[in-house]
C-alpha cells in the first residue's frame, strides 16, 4: 500500500512529471540544432549518473551485485541507447511534438510483448480496443502530411518505432528481471552504463571529430543544461517518490499528460504548426493510452520514463 504523504509534496511532485517530462522533448529538439544526438546524450546521462552515483554513496547506499550491474546494463542499453538516444537523433528532423505524439504509443507495444511472454498479461478486451485506436491514431498522424504540410521523414519515424519496442522491451526486462536493485540504484546505473553506451555510439560515428565549439549556440547549451538538471536530477527523484506514496494507476497518467504539454510548448515556443489532423490523431492516441494505462491487473503497466523523460523517455 502506498505510504502516506503531505498533499503538497504529491501535488509538486506530479507538477514535475507532468511538466518537465512534457518539457524535455522541446529541450532535445533545441539542444540538438548545435549538439551531436548520441554524444549530447550520453554525457548527459553520465552527468547526471555520477551526480546521482555520488550522491548515494555518500548515502551508503550505492550497492549492487555483479548480477544487478548486468541487469542494469541490458536495461539501460534498451531503455536509455534504444528508447532514448534514437529519439534524440529522430528530433534532428522530426518536430518536437509529433516525436512525443508518436513516442507515446509506447504501452501498446509494451502490452503486445508482455502478452507474448510466458509469464506475462493477457490484456483486457478494453486493452484491445485501446491498441486498435492507437494504432488508427498512429496511422493517421503519420500516415499524410505532418503539421504544417511537411512530410515525416520515414527514417526518423522508422526509428522512432524502433525507440518504442525497445523502451517497452527495457521496461519489461526491468520489471521480470531476479533480485532487483532498488529503483533509485537502478535508475543511476541504467544512466551511467546507457551513457557510456551512447558516447561510444556518438564517437564511431564521428560526431566528435565533426563538432566544433565554434557551431555551439546559448540556447542549446542551455536546452541541455535543463535535460540534465530538470529532467535526470529533479523529475526523476520525484517519479520514485510518486511510486512509494501514491498508486501505479495515477503515476502512470503522465503518459497521456506528457504528450499534451509537448504539444502545446513545441508550438509556443518554436511556432511548430498544428493543423486538424495532429489534433484528431492527438486526441485518438491519447485516448487510447488512457485505456491502456487504466486497465489496472489487465494488461502491461505503462513504461516508466527514461531517467530522466524520461522519458520515456526523453
Not at 511532485?13 to 507532468?18: G, L, S, V
Not at 511538466?19 to 522541446?26: A, E, H, K, N
Amino acid at each position: 500500500m502506498p505510504s502516506s504523504a503531505p498533499r503538497t509534496a504529491i501535488f509538486l511532485a506530479f507538477a514535475a512529471i507532468y511538466v518537465i517530462w512534457g518539457s524535455t522533448y522541446l529541450a532535445i529538439r533545441v539542444a540538438v540544432e548545435t549538439l551531436p544526438p548520441f554524444a549530447m546524450a550520453g554525457v548527459r546521462f553520465i552527468l547526471a549518473g555520477v551526480i546521482l552515483y555520488s550522491w548515494l554513496a555518500f548515502k551508503d547506499r550505492a550497492r549492487a551485485t555483479p548480477r544487478q550491474w548486468f541487469d542494469n546494463l541490458v536495461a539501460g542499453a534498451l531503455l536509455l541507447v534504444g528508447g532514448n538516444g534514437i529519439v534524440v537523433w529522430a528530433e534532428q528532423a522530426i518536430p518536437s511534438g509529433t516525436t512525443t505524439l508518436i513516442i507515446s504509443i509506447s504501452p501498446l507495444f509494451m502490452v503486445l510483448l508482455d502478452w507474448g511472454l510466458p509469464s506475462g498479461s493477457r490484456p483486457s478486451w478494453p486493452t484491445l480496443a485501446g491498441l486498435a485506436l492507437g494504432f488508427g491514431g498512429l496511422l493517421l498522424l503519420i500516415g499524410g502530411a505532418a503539421a504544417g504540410g511537411a512530410a515525416i521523414d520515414p527514417w526518423r519515424c522508422a526509428g522512432l518505432m524502433v525507440s518504442c519496442v525497445s523502451w517497452s522491451a527495457g521496461s519489461l526486462y526491468s520489471r521480470y528481471a531476479r533480485n532487483p536493485v532498488e529503483p533509485m540504484t537502478a535508475a543511476t546505473l541504467q544512466m551511467l552504463l546507457g551513457g557510456l553506451i551512447m558516447l561510444a555510439i556518438g564517437l564511431v560515428r564521428g560526431e566528435l571529430t565533426a563538432f566544433h565549439s565554434g557551431l555551439l549556440t546559448t540556447r542549446s547549451v542551455i536546452a541541455w543544461s535543463y535535460l540534465v538538471a530538470a529532467g535526470s536530477l529533479v523529475a526523476f527523484p520525484c517519479y520514485v517518490y510518486l511510486l512509494k506514496h501514491t498508486s501505479p494507476a495515477r503515476v502512470s497518467t503522465y503518459a497521456y499528460v506528457n504528450p499534451l504539454v509537448a504539444v502545446f510548448l513545441g508550438w509556443l515556443i518554436l511556432a511548430e504548426p498544428i493543423d486538424t489532423r495532429t489534433l484528431v490523431a492527438s486526441a485518438i492516441i491519447i485516448a487510447a493510452v488512457a485505456i491502456i494505462t487504466t486497465q489496472k491487473g489487465k494488461a502491461a503497466l505503462p513504461p516508466r520514463p527514461v531517467p530522466p523523460a524520461v522519458t520515456n523517455r526523453a
